[in-house]
């Protein structure tokens, strides 16, 4: 069975106290509902609360600790930057590149993603890599073409072992802290797709074993419908990882 994975966004959110103590509940909740071995939950939590989250976590399996960003170079003169080498060796286990708010308010491109992509696996992080198009996209029809450049021009150039060691999460701008989700139709045809794309490249084999998240505005009454696509393979949530309640309910919905 292909890994399923459900990763929590925090972006900004949540002083220490509040997000020690969220990382704990959710701890609890996955001890009293253990995980499957082909179920991951992530929590990419502020880069700041990563080391103290990491060991509130660290002795529940399946349960690992994210960051939402690196830098593309180990170390160096980069002013208030994290490397991926800096998360690897606190044990941070995964990082989310090209989320579209770093598209858009640091202007990360699709060449400077591919350097980040290359240094996170280099340093032994798994990677959720962001693709997505804006609704002007969509709406001009286009947007299987603007993810195929996306992909192309930062992921693509993997070999097939290091794509093992990615997802890919879908995620419609239009759709991010909207409240308008993707139909699951929707989202099931941008997701069958990029898998076609994957397998033209690296073969069925290799396509089959990416999971490939879906991200906008999931929440506890439509995760269940959407995992339910073929080509779903779990989330990555934004508002509604930030709740105890809504989070552990997508938890539970995963396949
Ligand atoms: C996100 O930012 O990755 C996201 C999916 O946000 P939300 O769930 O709030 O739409």
Known sequence: MRQKIVAGNWKMNKTYSEALSLAAEIGNYIEQNPLADHQHVVLCVPAIYVVDAEQETSSIDNLWVGAQNCHYKDSGAFTGEISAQMLQSVGVKYVIIGHSERREYFNETNNLLKQK??????????????CGESLKTREKNDYKEWIEEQLTESLFHLSMPQLLNVAIAYEPIWAIGTGKTASPEQAQEVHEHIRYLMMNIYGAATANKVPILYGGSCNPANAATLFAQPDIDGGLIGGASLKIDDFAAIIKAMP
């Not at 992509?117 to 962001?130: P, S, T, W």
């Open 117 to 130: 992509v290359d240094n996170a696996l280099a340093n032994g992080l798994k990677v959720i890599f962001c």
